[in-house]
């Protein structure tokens, strides 16, 4: 061991008043992401989530509300590896929800991917963030971003997260990559499991008709946050996330909500059948079925029934949110 390497052991230990006296993380959306951290939003394609992911930086950069939570405005950089073309689609329909156009002086975009599997990009990358002095890097995606890597070999993925540390430790910075699921497997981040291990912060998102479900599985210094419950709405020439509660697409009316409490208040783990739900929903037949069919596009409603076998029915996340918040 060279004395280098044993005088930084040395100075990094501590007694009992050296570790309370530890800096705590530096938020960058409180309870959710932390500057100087690895985060991982991860689902299925199609899912929402490269719109959460935009969502987010943006509002950091602007110095917005995320989610109820005021940030304060950084720089971002946000490595679009793949669909960069329809970027400012994206951002045109972003900024079209403010009366104001916000300030987004803050946010850079890198329309290249970069390969974080080969030393000399990924450290060209860590030397343009420093120049930059970014505080979020979103990596989107992680597969187009490590070419020549094997995202199941523990090896491979841990050069990866070697890279992400590199540009941690240079900035300061939160590195957060969007990224994919498995085609079969839905609930988990695609590849070896040396990434969730890493990890400080996890976001999962699924979609589906237009509503978003953004959960928090792993947070390494602080209490998973409670889920979120988005959705996507059109504006413009592409779309944009908002809450549930406060979305066009949730406000509910007459036969829909006197429909959607009917299936509330069955409570039935396997399920209603579209026979019993009208029944108890007390509809005509006719306008029923056109509420329930609304009402599953939607996302509010589930058909929990097994392939094959008879449609049954019960009330979904997004669903839930909605009437809990009494907007309805």
């Not at 007694?15 to 960058?28: N, V």
């Not at 916000?102 to 390969?115: C, G, I, K």
């Not at 909500?257 to 509809?283: C, H």
């Not at 509010?300 to 009437?323: H, T």
């Amino acid at each position: 061991m060279t004395a280098t390497a044993l005088e930084r052991l040395r100075a990094a230990t501590v007694g009992d008043e050296g570790i309370y006296a530890l800096p705590k993380p530096e938020p960058l959306i409180d309870g959710v992401l932390d500057c100087d951290s690895l985060a991982v939003l991860y689902g299925p394609s199609g899912s929402g989530k490269s719109f959460v992911a935009l969502d987010m930086v943006a509002t950091v950069a602007s110095g917005g509300v995320w989610q109820g939570v005021t940030v304060a405005a950084c720089d971002v950089l946000y490595v679009t590896a793949e669909g960069a073309h329809g970027m400012g689609d994206r951002l045109a329909s972003w900024v079209s929800q403010f009366k104001t156009a916000p300030d987004l002086s803050r946010l850079h975009f890198l329309t290249v991917a970069v390969n974080l599997f080969d030393d000399e990009w990924a450290s060209a990358l860590v030397e343009l963030v420093s120049e930059l002095r970014v505080r979020v890097v979103v990596i989107d995606t992680l597969a187009r971003s490590m070419a020549g890597a094997d995202e199941n070999s523990s090896q491979d993925m841990g050069i990866i997260v070697n890279a992400a540390d590199a540009i941690r430790e240079a900035t300061g910075a939160c590195v957060l990559f969007v990224h994919h699921t498995g085609w079969t497997d839905t609930g988990h981040a695609r590849g070896s499991s040396a990434l969730r291990a890493a990890l400080d912060t996890e976001l999962e998102c699924k979609g589906e008709n237009g509503s978003v479900t953004l959960k928090n599985p792993k947070q390494r210094c602080r209490a998973e946050h409670a889920p979120w419950y988005l959705a996507l709405e059109a504006r413009g020439d592409s779309m944009v996330v908002v809450n549930a509660a406060e979305s066009s697409r949730g406000g509910l009316r007459g036969k829909s909500r006197e429909a959607l409490v009917a299936l509330l208040d069955a409570a039935d783990p396997a399920g209603w059948t579209a026979s019993q739900w009208l029944v108890t929903a007390g509809a005509n037949a006719a306008n029923f079925y056109r509420t329930r069919s609304d009402l599953v596009r939607r996302g509010l409603v589930e058909n929990i029934g097994k392939p094959g076998r008879m449609s049954r029915y019960r009330v979904g996340d997004a669903g839930r949110a909605v009437l809990a918040a009494d907007l309805v």
